[in-house]
Each structure stands twice: as structure tokens, then as C-alpha cells.
């Protein structure tokens, strides 16, 4: 791609990144099907997908072949991507590799992360972030520690990451009480569940638990209902808040309790048929999620996650757990293809 190509591209990417996070809900549609367009002519994978499945020309969201999320662990799902493009890539606990998401600039996704997050608590600097992210430290390109080191650096004092010391993060935690200040402890599943067992101090009044998932292999799988009602009682808090992202999309949605998440105005959730991708489910209907997030200008927005969930009627949305299966065909489909 020439210097002027890719001048070109960029200066669109960036006119469509600023517009999507003006979105409201009336015009969600036409933006996306605008970008569902672009991401067609520059997307390379997403083209193909879509010359699969009859090129379709949508004019809705329900018409639009949701590209499958194991896409990112056998393609790069980007289109221009200069040399110093930043790479996020997943844990890699399924047997068929990691998952690698290419980003044009890295400031969008900074950008967005924090939007997201402010849309729903302010702004990320109001708490002192305690990281406890063990699994996701230990290895490079993890997309939540990117995020979450720039809550630490611009977070208040006492904001930090945190291993498996689990003694330090306590005495941070309790200093934090005694002098009010108002904090969040981002976890991984596992690793929260370890804090609960030998937490033992007063209810906690200033500090907001928030898990983001990961227990897969750590130990008894419990419900997301099971570990919260638990958590709740060792840390003496009403509600455990979660966070809702992944390696392959640029938002996050979050909940404050219950499992209800709330995306912000330019994510939107989906529910389709297990058996039937042709068929979206109902308010209230368990199905698997599927996720179109406008600020992935620069890789697909029309993601299908292996996720079961469902949605109500006030936009908000449930995660009940995976839909493991084998690879998704549609990679075979792809390849058959070539």
C-alpha cells in the first residue's frame, strides 16, 4: 500500500472512529452498516467471509453474517496495518492457539477504554485502582493489563498491580478504608475467589470489587451467581461488579450488579440461535452472543463469541457461560475457499 493509500485510510478510520463515539441510539444502525461497508473493502478476512455467505447487502443488523471469533487465532482480521502496529493477544487456553488482535493506533483503544469505563463510574482517575491479574501479568500483549496499567498510572496513590501477594493487597485495601478513599480491586476470577477465602476484615465501604472472568481450569466451576452471593458476604459489600471484554473488541460493557451489563452507546449485543445462525432470539432467550462494536473500525466490528447470554427489553444483557464446541466451520468454510 502506498503512502498515500494508506494516508487515506487512516484519515478515514479516524473520521469514522470520532463519529462512532458520538452514536446515538437512531443512528446506531446507519453507522454500522457505513462501517460494515468500509470493513468490507479493507478487511481482506472480513471480504472473504462475506463472499461465503453470498455477499449480502444489508440493511439491517440481522441481515449482516456475523464473522466467528476464532477468526483471530488463525487470521489477522485487519486490513492497512503499519509496521508498528501494537498486538494484543489472548491467553490461549483452548487447544487451537491465541487469538491476535492488530490495532492502526493504539490511542483509540485508549480512547475508548476510558469512555467506556466513564460512561458508567466517571472518570477512572476518581479511584485507587488495585489490579489483581495474575495469568494475564505473566504473559505479554494482554489487551485488560494495557487497560488497566493506564488506570494505575493515572489512578489515585496506593493504585497498583498485584501478583499473588495477597497479604500487600489487603493492607493496601484496608489503608484504603481508614482514610476513605475510593477505590476499585479489578480481578480475575480465580484470584478473587483466593482474596475471599482469607479476607477477614470489616465490611468494605470505599472499595468496589470488580471480577472480569477467568476460572476456567482454576479449580470448581461455579456459577457467576455462586462466587458473587460468596463474595459478597466474605467482603461485606452488596453487589460485585464485572467488566465485559475480550482480546478481539475495543469496548467493554460493565455491570453493577445482578450480571446485568450495560454497554455503552456505541456496543451493541445480540442474541442468535444456537442450532440456527440464520434465527436472533427473543428478550430473555439464552443463545450465543453476538457482539457489534463500533469502535473495532479497525479490525471487524460484527464479531459471533462463543458466549451464552441473553438480553432484555432495557438493552441490558446477561452472560451465562461458553457454548464449547470444535473449531467453528466457518474457518473450515473459509479455507475450502482458497
Known amino acids: 500500500m502506498s503512502g498515500l493509500q494508506a494516508n487515506s485510510t487512516t484519515h478515514a478510520m479516524t473520521d469514522i472512529f470520532n463519529r462512532v463515539w458520538n452514536t446515538v441510539d437512531v443512528k446506531f444502525t446507519t453507522l454500522a452498516l457505513e462501517i460494515f461497508h468500509y470493513q468490507r473493502q479493507q478487511n481482506p478476512i472480513f471480504a472473504k467471509w462475506l ?25 489477522r482480521v485487519a486490513g ?23 490495532l492502526q493506533n493504539p490511542e483509540h483503544y485508549i480512547g475508548n477504554f ?33 487497560m488497566a496499567d493506564d488506570f494505575v498510572k493515572n489512578g489515585l496513590p496506593g493504585s497498583d498491580f498485584y501478583l499473588y501477594d495477597y497479604p500487600k493487597l489487603i493492607q493496601q485495601i484496608e489503608k484504603n478504608e481508614q482514610n476513605d478513599t475510593p477505590g476499585i480491586l479489578l480481578g480475575v476470577t480465580f484470584a478473587l475467589q483466593e482474596l475471599a477465602k482469607i479476607h477477614s476484615g470489616p465490611p468494605l465501604k470505599n472499595t468496589i470489587i470488580m471480577e472480569t472472568g477467568g476460572m476456567k481450569g482454576r479449580g470448581p466451576e461455579l456459577t457467576r451467581s455462586e462466587l458473587h452471593h460468596n463474595w459478597c458476604k466474605r467482603f461485606g459489600v452488596q453487589e460485585i461488579h464485572s467488566e465485559y471484554g475480550m482480546t478481539e473488541l475495543l469496548s467493554q460493557a460493565y455491570s453493577k450488579g445482578n450480571g446485568r ?24 432467550k439464552t443463545g450465543l452472543i453476538c457482539v457489534v462494536d463500533l469502535a473495532n473500525v479497525q479490525s471487524c466490528s460484527f464479531i459471533a463469541t462463543q458466549d451464552l447470554g441473553k438480553l432484555h427489553d432495557d438493552g441490558s444483557f446477561e452472560v451465562l457461560g461458553r457454548h464449547d464446541q470444535s473449531e467453528v466451520r466457518g474457518c473450515n468454510l473459509l479455507v475450502s475457499e482458497d
Request: charged share 15%; glycine share 8%; hydrophobic share 35%.
Open 51 to 75: 463472499s461465503v455467505n453470498g455477499n449480502p447487502e444489508p440493511q439491517q443488523l440481522t441481515d449482516i453474517p456475523f464473522l466467528p471469533i476464532d477468526f483471530f487465532k488463525h487470521y
Open 80 to 102: 492497512y496495518n503499519p509496521p508498528d502496529a501494537i498486538v494484543f493477544e489472548s491467553s490461549g487456553t483452548g487447544q487451537s492457539g491465541t487469538s491476535k488482535h492488530f
Open 114 to 146: 476510558r469512555k467506556c469505563f466513564e460512561l458508567q463510574y466517571g472518570p477512572a482517575s476518581r479511584y485507587a485502582w488495585l489490579c489483581l491479574l495474575p495469568g494475564y501479568l505473566e504473559r505479554k500483549n494482554s489487551s485488560l493489563v494495557y
Open 261 to 284: 451489563f450495560i454497554c455503552p452507546p456505541w456496543m451493541k449485543i445480540m442474541i442468535r440461535d444456537i442450532s440456527d445462525p440464520g434465527n436472533w432470539m427473543a428478550f430473555g
